[in-house]
């Protein structure tokens, strides 16, 4: 998980602390503990970078917003944004 930016307010350190709780923990060490419902994410057994490699290539392509610890309901909300946005281009086109 890369963050990307400073901690500046109370709502940087909520964000951070929820990462932190989420996925460092005693039992992300243990093989196979999963990161999410579906089981998609899970910690593979220590390995080679091949190991690694081709756990990453059975990952999707366009992962699911499981895969940030977002409900489901969030591609939703991401596909109506994007209409919203399309439609608004078109319309100042013309």
Do not use: C, W
Request: hydrophobic residues 30%; charged residues 25%.
């Amino acid at each position: 998980i890369n963050y990307g930016g400073r901690v500046t307010d109370d709502k940087d350190v909520r964000l951070i602390k929820t990462i932190l709780e989420t996925y460092i923990r005693p039992e992300a060490l243990n093989d196979d503990h999963k990161f999410s419902k579906s089981g998609i994410y899970y910690q593979i057994q220590p390995g080679d970078q091949a190991d690694y490699i081709n756990y990453i290539r059975t990952l999707p392509l366009n992962p699911a917003p499981e895969a940030f610890g977002l409900h489901e309901n969030a591609e939703i909300t991401t596909a109506e944004n994007a209409s919203r946005e399309m439609l608004e281009t078109i319309t100042s086109i013309q």
